[in-house]
């Protein structure tokens, strides 16, 4: 298992380097270049590019930047956001926020949508079922920021349940209130997708003949269910949790700009416009991380519930 | 219909399934009795409703399935009658079922060890040691080599007929007095096959089990069967003793179903039933079988055959057995082949 998991982070050491090396380049194709403001004259502007190698060949440039990151440690720093910052201490403060709202979301989502597309499976073609299904097919097709937006006018403005935006306080519940709304909204569609892929594994697994033969041996329907279909159902909808994790990141770009929360996803698209490159790698830096992190675990978790994985590899 | 005891008897039972499409008639009135430490075989083409009358016995048919009529009498109960709480009382503890296909009856990702011994802690309220004892003796007791490593492990190490025996193994376990087998060895390769009917064969001896044994091969009836029920389009059309089918058929579709057995010595080509079984929708009048049947009078398009006696335990449903029948006999060549069945009999009972 110990080999295994080197292994894999080997691989993400790899991964990330290529996203790294092809987010460099990529960004720099954007129009425009860095520093094009008209009221700084022609030399000062030499001065700021030969200083920051921008005046070098762009292959150049990357082996500078290589260079430092892999001898020093050292990222770059923003050039437009917080100029002369290196860009992790501006990023500092924004990560766990960002980080906070998805992974609350996705690890919430989850077994919610278990419940529910558990229960819409057992009673299939009821009213529950249709009630649940209606739901999921409306929180799958309707993209996150439009709940966002409901959310905010209705539970925060009109009624005054939560706060309208993020609220720096020193009161830790007053920060999570504000929180909320937008964790909610990025959590509905993972959920109504869990749901629906629960509720469709799990009518297979019903209707299978393990089912069948742990009621012959004398278990209640919902207890043979219990015993025997829900972890083997819970296998497959595994395999949407990393799609489902990238959209919530994307999805938390917009919901973050709605709910004014300081996090990664409004630095991202304000680091982008600003030609901020460096501040830019950062970030897609961090979002990658998280992502490949998220398919290693899930990639663990198949082992720990599924005996064929685990065991797939040895010999008998 | 018997001397015996009947430890179940099926009345009159009719089973239908709500589809889309309307009202299936699986099963259309079907009774019969099992009687102590017998092997009763039902045999049929697929959709004949046996599988469906065993499931209904078994208290384990799908939702959209009625019973509409009849009874299942088993220790003084009507189990058609049961509520699932009590049914669960019987079910693995008194009745249990050996399934079609092994590779799909056992839960892919749990030890077979914990397959087994679940059914020991529900019913017996056995300790977790005492369960596995048990589980450990009746695996050797099917001939499962090296049970003690055997209990830790998954279904996927094992093969097809091991799997077999632990699905025999967990029908096992609380000692049942009858045991009903669906197609026990339908997917399981022929060398196999023979191997764990052996092995039921011997359980049943062992443990005096009544054994209800659905198949459509006939080769495998002649080697279990002490009676035969055989079923068309949801009804039994003829039932008796092993010898009383095989040797003295008196319905057409056993005609047909025997003529349509390969045996290694005839020469002709291999007979098939034209057709095909009717849409149970709208089961027709009469004889279903009469369109298939070569034999069919005109009174069986109009009207249902009653049963004929031919012996005390050989019944058959077939106008063609009426006093006013026409006499017609069975086919040539299923005569020849019966000849030299019995003959065969004879020979090896000599040796």
């Known amino acids: 298992m110990a080999r295994y998991v080197m292994q894999r982070l080997l691989a993400m050491l790899l991964t990330l380097f290529i996203i790294v090396t092809v987010a460099f380049l990529v960004i720099r194709l954007m129009p425009s270049s860095i520093y094009d403001d008209p009221t700084i004259s022609a030399e000062v502007l030499d001065m700021i590019q030969a200083k920051y190698h921008l005046d070098r060949p762009l292959i150049e440039q990357y082996g500078i930047f290589m260079k430092n990151v892999l001898l020093k440690g050292d990222w770059g720093i923003s050039m437009k956001i917080q100029p002369n910052i290196p860009v992790f201490q501006v990023l500092g403060g924004k990560v766990p926020l960002t980080l906070f709202i998805n992974l609350v979301s996705l690890l919430a989502s989850i077994p919610i949508g278990l419940v529910f597309g558990a229960f819409a499976a057992i009673k299939k073609n009821t009213m529950t079922d249709h009630g649940i299904s209606l739901f999921v097919i409306l929180f799958i097709s309707i993209p996150s920021f439009i709940y966002a937006t409901l959310l905010q006018y209705f539970a925060a403005y009109k009624f005054g349940w939560f706060p309208i935006t993020y609220t720096v306080s020193d009161m830790a519940s007053v920060k999570y209130l504000s929180l909320f709304l937008p964790t909610l909204s990025l959590a509905l569609d993972p959920m109504a997708k869990v749901a629906r892929y629960m509720r469709a594994e799990l009518i297979e697994s019903l209707n299978s003949e393990y089912i069948l033969l742990a009621r012959t041996k004398g278990f209640t329907r919902s207890k043979a269910i219990f015993r025997h279909a829900i972890r083997n159902s819970c296998i497959p909808v595994l395999n949407i949790v990393v799609p489902m994790f990238a959209n919530v990141l994307g999805g938390s770009l917009v919901v973050e700009s709605i709910f004014a929360i300081p996090g990664m996803g409004s630095l991202m698209i304000k680091s982008i416009n600003a030609n901020d490159h460096y501040l830019t790698i950062a970030i897609l830096l961090i979002y990658s991380l998280v992502s490949l992190m998220t398919v290693l675990v899930v990639d663990l978790l198949y082992a720990v519930i599924d005996p064929r994985v685990r065991m797939g590899g040895k010999k008998q | ?351």
């Open chain 2, 1 to 351: 219909m018997s001397k015996n005891n009947p430890i179940l008897q099926v009345k009159d039972l009719t089973v239908s399934f709500n589809a889309f499409a309307g009202k299936v008639q699986a099963v259309r009135g079907v009774s019969f009795d099992l009687n102590k430490g017998e092997t009763l075989c039902i045999v049929g083409e697929s959709g004949s409703g046996k599988s469906v009358t065993n499931k209904a016995i078994m208290g384990i048919l799908s939702k959209n399935a009625v019973i509409d009529r009849g009874e299942i009498l088993y220790d003084g109960m009507d189990l058609t009658k049961l509520t699932e709480e009590q049914f669960c009382q019987i079910r693995g503890k008194r009745i249990a079922m050996v399934f079609q296909d092994p590779l799909s009856a056992l839960n892919p990702i749990m030890k077979v060890g914990k397959q087994i011994t679940e059914t020991l802690c529900v019913h017996q309220k056995l300790s977790h040691e005492q369960a596995k004892k048990r589980a450990l003796e009746l695996m050797a007791a099917v001939g499962i080599p090296e049970p003690e490593k055997r209990f830790d492990q998954y279904p996927f190490q094992f093969s097809g007929g091991m799997r077999q025996r632990i699905v025999i193994v967990i029908a096992l376990a609380c000692n049942p007095e009858i045991l009903i087998c669906d197609e026990p060895t339908t997917a399981l390769d022929v060398t196999i096959q023979s191997k764990i009917l052996d092995l039921i064969k011997e359980i049943k001896q062992e443990r005096n089990l009544s054994v209800i044994f659905i198949t459509h091969n006939m080769g495998v009836v002649a080697n279990m069967a002490d009676r035969i029920c055989v079923m068309y389009a949801g009804k039994i059309v003829e039932f008796g003793t092993c010898d009383d089918i095989f040797y003295h058929p008196a319905h057409p579709y056993t005609w047909a179903l025997l003529s349509a057995m390969p045996d290694s010595e005839s020469r002709e080509r291999l007979f098939s039933i034209p057709g095909a079984p009717p849409n149970m929708l709208m089961p027709p009048k009469g004889d279903a079988f009469a369109p298939r049947n070569h034999y069919a009078l005109d009174i069986d398009f109009k009207e249902e055959p009653p049963f004929f006696k031919l012996s005390d335990t050989h019944y058959a449903a077939t106008w063609l057995l009426h006093p006013y029948a026409p006499r017609v006999e069975m086919p040539e060549e299923l005569k020849r082949r019966i000849d030299r069945m019995v003959e065969e009999d004879m020979e090896y009972e000599c040796k």
